[in-house]
């Protein structure tokens, strides 16, 4: 049994058993605080009867008029909570939010192309490859520099799922920001 709740300040302290992975970014402390402040109801934590935390993801909406959206800035789940569908739990709550709260026309996501079990779920929840970014991912001993995929779903509020017809040319990283 587990518990999708909202991210607490005190979780920091208690999510590096999660942080672990090697597709996982860790940031500094002003970054996850800069989340939590500015986007609480997009930062969340999957949680254990016990207290354990078993996976968290980290969101934030942005950009303008048709390319307002919600963002997936980090998704991850604890090695031995993997297979329980605690990141599809966690990908509904920004999905909603996206949706419901922000009114967005979809939602956004970089993922490694190596991260073939990530791609998999993804494209289970109607995720599809929007572009390629170039060199998104550099390489620091234990992962090669990569590219990401940008990977969207549309929302309702994107009718005629413009913001999900492929890019099919490579763009780079400052072509991405919004």
């Avoid at 942005?62 to 990141?87: D, F, I, M, S």
Wanted: hydrophobic share 40%.
């Amino acid at each position: 049994m587990s518990t999708i709740r909202r991210f607490r300040a005190m979780d920091m302290f208690r999510f590096n058993n999660i942080n672990l992975d090697r597709y996982t970014e860790t940031y500094d402390l002003s970054f996850y605080l800069t989340y939590l402040s500015s986007w609480p109801d997009l930062y969340v934590v999957a949680e254990s009867a016990d207290g354990s935390l078993m996976g968290y993801l980290m969101g934030k909406v942005e950009g303008k008029e048709e390319q307002w959206h919600g963002h997936v800035t980090a998704l991850t789940v604890a090695p031995e909570c993997r297979r329980l569908g605690l990141g599809r739990g966690l990908m509904k709550v920004l999905e909603e939010a996206s949706e419901k709260t922000y009114d967005c026309y979809f939602v956004d996501l970089f993922v490694r192309p190596s991260n073939a079990v990530a791609i998999q779920m993804y494209e289970t929840l109607g995720y599809t490859l929007y572009r390629q970014v170039i060199d998104y991912y550099m390489g620091d001993g234990v992962m090669p520099t990569e590219y990401a995929n940008d990977m969207r779903k549309a929302l309702a509020r994107d009718v005629d799922k413009k913001s999900v017809v492929p890019i099919k040319h490579p763009v780079n990283v400052e072509d991405t920001l919004f």
